[in-house]
């Protein structure tokens, strides 16, 4: 049967596996788990849960974009984007296809009918060998269902909690992935500068990077410690 796909929805182009930073070694090891499933014929499902950015949409479409280089067909809905015209009806059939991701899902949990629908998706794409994966902010035993039906499939679903980076090193660490993946070289002494200066939320810092990269390219500058603290001077 053929998948009609109702939207295409562009993925970040910093998300992949190789700019994930775990803040745990627990963490590594399950994400490791989740990685290596992927493409495989198991039919598993994961829940990604976490409070904000902890890497929950990275990770989701970092899944899609490793399996997609794969030549493999995979879906990603944000369902928490109050832009995009999603209903329940948009999951029908998408257990054909390889990998499904679905963001904040836990924005849909207490309406019947996005209930039924995702219960209908993990049963089927659980016979099809094909994998589903769906984030949101609460562990699923704090879900108020509306359905018998969710409750019964989501007992299979495997969940991976998720903690922010707190250690600089770790942040410090992020930004490099980052930069590196970018073709720009972030030197340790200025990566702990920003998280000093800046914020020690990731989304933040890369937003900061992100400045930095344009004006490094602007400039053809390196990123130096001295050409940092100017940029951000005048910004």
Excluded at 29 to 43: D, E, I, K, N, R
Excluded at 73 to 99: C, K, M, N, R
Aim: glycine fraction near 6%.
């Amino acid at each position: 049967m053929f998948v009609q796909m109702p939207l295409k929805i562009e993925l970040r182009d910093e998300a992949a596996f190789e700019t994930f930073v775990s803040p745990s070694e627990q963490v590594a090891v399950a994400l490791h788990h989740f990685q290596q499933s992927l493409g495989q014929p198991s039919g598993e499902a994961f829940y990604l849960f976490g409070s904000a950015s902890v890497g929950k949409t990275h990770l989701l479409q970092a899944a899609c974009r490793y399996l997609s280089k794969q030549g493999k067909q995979t879906v990603y809905f944000p369902l928490a984007d109050e832009h995009l015209p999603l209903i329940p009806d948009v999951l029908i059939g998408l257990e054909q296809v390889s990998l499904i991701c679905l963001d904040d899902v836990d924005r849909v949990i207490g309406d019947a009918s996005w209930e039924l629908a995702l219960s209908s998706l993990l049963s089927k794409a659980a016979i099809a060998g094909h994998q589903v994966v769906l984030s949101g902010h609460q562990p699923m035993e704090t879900w108020q269902f509306a359905t018998t039906e969710l409750n019964r499939s989501v007992l299979n679903v495997l969940p991976i909690a998720l903690t922010p980076l707190t250690e600089p090193a770790d942040l410090v660490l992020a930004l490099q992935k980052h930069a590196e993946r970018i073709g720009l070289q972030l030197p340790k002494e200025v990566g702990r500068y920003l998280v000093k200066q800046f914020s020690e939320d990731v989304e933040e810092l890369l937003s900061v990077l992100q400045l930095l990269a344009q004006q490094s390219l602007v400039a053809q500058r390196r990123l130096t410690l001295p050409f940092v603290k100017q940029v951000l001077k005048g910004s």
